[in-house]
């Protein structure tokens, strides 16, 4: 469009655009042809696109709206052409999740590898780092599972579709405390709800990492390196 074409004043323009009015009906009958077309490309896809995303599938359904928006709005632009689009694009899909459950190496470059980034109470920190999650994203996760103590969890594996596996230890274990440091309440409560041998009550937890160690002992963490302690919660 010309800017000696643009004229605040031009209200029909402004609310339905340079196509006549009557195109809002196309448009209807359109969006209803590509919104059923689309219910069955999506159920075509599988139960895993009404869960939890994967890289793959994701970029799929960012696909299939950039397909679908141009035949539903554009009046020079036909229904069958999207239609086409939708099966190409579902077949792509369909063919390199094919080749990936036949080859795991395809797959781990297509779909990315679970990664580990807590191990026996003790935060991965170069891990999360390289996967971009705050220690705060991970404290947030353990308080939604009710888990208050980083010394109880064995291992929390971030899956390639971006969700959190946890998995506990057998049995109570000291570790740093995962709720927020500002609220001193829930903490002495947290605290004097549990019970701690007199061995526990003098460990220390590294603020960084999550590493447990003596009271007395004054050296840094031996696995991040940190200095910054607070007392360990059972």
Not at 8 to 34: C, H, N, W, Y
Request: charged share 20%.
């Amino acid at each position: 469009m010309k800017k000696e074409e643009i004229h605040l004043a031009d209200i029909q323009r402004i609310l339905f655009g340079q196509a006549p009015p009557e195109f809002l009906l196309e448009v209807f009958i359109r969006t209803l042809v590509i919104y059923i077309v689309l219910l069955f490309i999506v159920r075509w896809l599988g139960k895993r696109m009404s869960g939890q995303l994967t890289i793959m599938e994701m970029s799929v359904m960012l696909t299939l709206g950039a397909i679908v928006s141009v035949p539903m709005q554009m009046p020079d632009r036909g229904i069958i052409q999207g239609v086409v689009l939708l099966l190409c694009a579902v077949g792509f899909q369909r063919g390199i999740s094919l080749l990936g459950f036949r080859n795991g190496r395809i797959e781990d470059i297509l779909q990315g590898k679970s990664s580990l980034l807590v191990k026996d109470g003790v935060m991965q920190i170069d891990q999360m780092a390289k996967d971009r999650v705050s220690k705060q994203q991970l404290f947030s996760e353990l308080r939604q599972q009710e888990i208050f103590n980083l010394g109880i969890v064995d291992r929390i594996y971030l899956e390639a579709c971006g969700l959190f596996s946890i998995i506990k230890s057998d049995g109570p274990r000291p570790g740093l405390p995962v709720l927020p440091p500002d609220d001193q309440d829930i903490l002495k409560s947290t605290n004097q709800a549990t019970t701690a041998t007199p061995q526990q009550v003098m460990l220390l937890a590294c603020v960084n990492c999550g590493y447990v160690k003596p009271k007395d002992s004054a050296a840094p963490c031996e696995d991040c390196g940190h200095d910054e302690w607070v007392n360990a919660v059972n």
